[in-house]
């Protein structure tokens, strides 16, 4: 089986049999920030989510859950400006926007995936989206400008759109996967405010469907930190139409790990363009926990990092300063031999290493500055100590993220 | 029993039987900058300290836990501008330390609490403190000076110097409890860059002060976040000369249950003076959480609203984004009915509700903004579902924290 997966810049309109859209319905202030985005399917089709482990969660989430309880949807409907959480009526007005697009489609409103991103505890009104739902319905496409639509309606302080796709063979048909994503505040592992739709065309069953998502959002979306808030509206779903026409993935043969392969790349692609794009980041931050005896513990060490306010004031000031790294994984709750630990810090500037069996390495500052400047960087952090490895993705720490924050709300 | 515990300026040498002193000796550059620290008992007392969770340590620590094995010490040494941490030769070089203190004083090297506190794995010279040990024993004193230039000598970035003492009358005698501290980066629940010397002339059992320490540092240290990190290097120690006089607190009596209120207070001003002068901090924050079903989860919750960098830069903005308290209290790891939760933020300025039940109330974004515009805020969080309650202490997120740590070294 010829296994090359290609990514392109598509999006979620790449896959066979799925439309998109993206309008100003008047939740924003500013009518050039389009705020409401849908995704329409040819037809009903397997569909799975992952949600926010926040104990408060938003009413959007808790129609979505009621609606997939089948594993089952066929169009989704998102806003950006209001997050329509802990706000007195976010159920029936979340229950209302799966109701009204439905009704503008046709379908059944138990098949909407419901979303929505923004402040909290402001009640959403109801309004702007339902006098928005002809124009909203009457833009489905499924060119790029459709695609790019979308992606772009669900955007908040993101500055930059966030979109992909791949493609590979399965039983000689092309199978497509595509997806887009918002996210820069509040991000931090196990789904932060962070929005992931995934469409595809590959033939595969429900539960096949949500257990690749799994396993896709746990080296992906899952490892990415930018502030460590975890929010209330994270969700990932992923709509699959059949179209493709590859014989339907029902258990965990070669074609399930294929498939499992492409929508990791998806996922990967644009949790990093979530992390590049963290609220004031200047640069990307990528931290490789490599030979460590256990995977769980891999990725908390690479989360801890990661998430470490010092470590990212230092990267953000291209400081070599690596006894923030080895603090931070010190403090990870993950038990291991300090004294085994080698460190490293690289870019496409160079390599050096900087510790070197926990202790302190003497090497060229100069060096190390030209290389913590570049835009990737990468802290590889060497346990010595079994053959698991886990990535985490972040940002650094900026004078410009406590400006955004500061005052969101304005 | 009169159980008053009245609060005065005092520090380290308040308690009788307790000497301090601080030098510069030469670690850090600045001559003006004092970078060598001594507290010096009558004799060999009850000493107990806590120390940091993270699972690097730094050796100063190895060296004072095998030191204090017995619960026994005569004298502390510490130094500021390097953590003796992750450097190689750590081990030895904190042994040296404690040697020729030890020797200065002419008392048994056992007997030596050793403490460090600067960067990261850089080996510490040991002939700047070799060659200051001399100075450094002459300029014993218990006045007020030598209590100062020991609360001096420890600092690193602190913009203050931390220093208090209480005193209250057991069994018709007055016992007096007095601390100093240092603190502002790296500062998070569980001992972070953080280290306290607290000394007292209470008579009290090596037991029952490692008892009452722990109870102190529960509600205090442990409850003061800057930026989560979790330094490699905190301890908080304390001695007892036991030269009040009073009767030994040999097992948990009222005299113990005054004395751990007088040393809960002691660490608690250090503690919320920790907080406020927190990198870069413009104000204090207080998180109480009241009302809840276990005071575990009231500490968890407490903490997790104090740790968001959301909330802190909120606060830095003076937003009243309370969504972001909410949204915080849900990623605790803490079951709780958010439909139960009221959110109220208060200062000097006055009081405002902004969530009842869960749901957004209206309020006056003018009055809000006056309230958070005070020097120390309180972020009141009622749970309704019980009658614990926990308090956290950290600082808001500002751009001068980012500039601090974006080049620590430098």
Redesign the interface.
């Known amino acids: 089986m010829n296994t090359t997966i290609n990514a392109f810049n598509g999006g979620v309109t790449s896959a066979k049999g799925f439309k998109a859209s993206g309008i100003h319905c008047g939740l924003r202030k500013n009518k050039g920030k389009y705020d409401l985005a849908c995704i329409f399917a040819s037809h009903r089709c397997p569909t799975a989510a992952v949600y926010t482990?926040?104990?408060?969660?938003s009413s959007p989430i808790t129609v979505t859950r009621e609606n997939l309880a089948d594993g089952m949807a066929q169009a989704v409907i998102c806003n950006s400006g209001n997050?329509n959480?802990?706000?007195?009526d976010g159920y029936e007005t979340a229950s209302q926007m799966g109701e009204l697009l439905a009704e503008g489609l046709g379908i059944d409103k138990k098949d909407i995936v419901v979303a929505s991103t923004g402040?909290?505890?402001?009640p959403l009104p109801i309004e702007p989206i339902k006098n928005g739902i002809p124009a909203l319905v009457a833009a489905l496409g499924d060119d790029e400008k459709a695609e790019t639509d979308a992606a772009t309606a669900i955007l908040t302080t993101d500055i930059k759109m966030k979109k992909t796709a791949v493609s590979f063979e399965l039983d000689g048909k092309t199978v497509t996967i595509g997806g887009m994503c918002k996210g820069s505040?509040?991000i931090?592992p196990n789904m932060a405010t962070m929005l992931g739709f995934v469409t595809t065309d590959a033939a595969i069953t429900s539960a096949m469907l949500q257990k690749a998502l799994r396993e896709a959002v746990a080296d992906s979306f899952n490892m990415v930190s930018v502030?460590?808030?975890?929010?209330?509206n994270d969700m990932v779903c992923v709509m699959a139409s059949g179209e493709a026409g590859n014989n339907e993935i029902a258990y965990e043969n070669e074609a399930y790990t294929l498939f499992v392969e492409g929508l990791k790349k998806v996922c990967t692609y644009l949790a990093m363009a979530i992390a590049a794009d963290g609220e004031g980041a200047t640069k990307l931050l990528q931290c490789n926990v490599i030979n460590f005896s256990d995977k769980t513990g891999a990725r908390l060490l690479a989360k801890s990092v990661i998430?470490?306010?010092?470590v990212k004031?230092?990267m953000?000031?291209s400081?070599a300063?690596?006894?923030?790294v080895?603090?931070?994984?010190?403090?990870?709750g993950?038990?291991?031999d300090?004294q085994k630990v080698d460190l490293y810090f690289r870019s496409k500037e160079g390599a050096i290493a900087v510790?070197r069996d926990?202790?302190?390495l003497p090497f060229d500052e100069d060096e190390a500055k030209k290389i913590l400047l570049a835009k990737h960087v990468f802290i590889d952090c060497d346990m010595k100590d079994g053959d698991q490895r886990a990535t985490a993705y972040g940002c650094d720490?900026?004078?410009e993220?406590?400006?955004?924050?500061?005052?969101?709300?304005?």
């Open positions: 482990t926040n104990r408060v969660f997050a959480t802990c706000n007195g402040v909290i505890g402001v505040g509040m931090q502030d460590g808030d975890t929010s209330t998430r470490s306010s010092l004031a230092a953000f000031g400081d300063n690596w006894g923030r080895l603090c931070a994984l010190g403090y990870a993950v038990d291991f300090p510790c926990g202790k302190g720490l900026s004078y993220y406590v400006r955004i924050n500061g005052d969101y709300r304005s």
